[in-house]
């Protein structure tokens, strides 16, 4: 199995920027095509960006697509999220998670693995 930690989250105007970083330890990283989610309280976990396991696929939600950037790099066993362009509305817990297959998805039932997540704040 592996086991994921994400940091980078904070407090931000709006129109500002943040970097993820989603830090996977255990089986080998480059065996999970990985995803990116949030939670805002109140709502439902909803699906953010994913990428496959090479990195050569990637899919965003429209609410994140031309502001946000999803990136890997397997040497490093590293996830990351670009967020540039922040709106009040980006504000929620994000989380990275996994699953060990080729390809990714926006079903967030279908991951196996989660980190704790990370605060994301967006003022206005």
């Known amino acids: 199995q592996v086991q994921l930690v994400e940091s980078g989250g904070g407090l931000v105007q709006a129109g500002g920027s943040l970097r993820l970083s989603c830090a996977a330890s255990?089986?080998?990283?480059?065996?999970?095509?990985m995803g990116w989610f949030r939670q805002a309280p109140g709502k439902d976990r909803e699906f953010v960006a994913h990428?496959?396991?090479?990195?050569?696929?990637?899919s965003y939600a429209d609410s994140v697509k031309g502001r946000f950037t999803i990136a890997r790099d397997n040497a490093k066993n590293t996830l990351y999220l670009q967020m540039n362009s922040l709106k009040p509305e980006d504000t929620a817990v994000y989380y990275c998670a996994a699953r060990p297959t080729t390809y990714s998805s926006t079903l967030y039932y279908t991951y196996d693995y989660w980190g704790q997540g990370t605060q994301v704040t967006v003022s206005s």
């Open positions: 990428i496959s396991r090479s990195g050569g696929s990637t």
């Open positions: 255990g089986r080998t990283f480059s065996s999970y095509a």
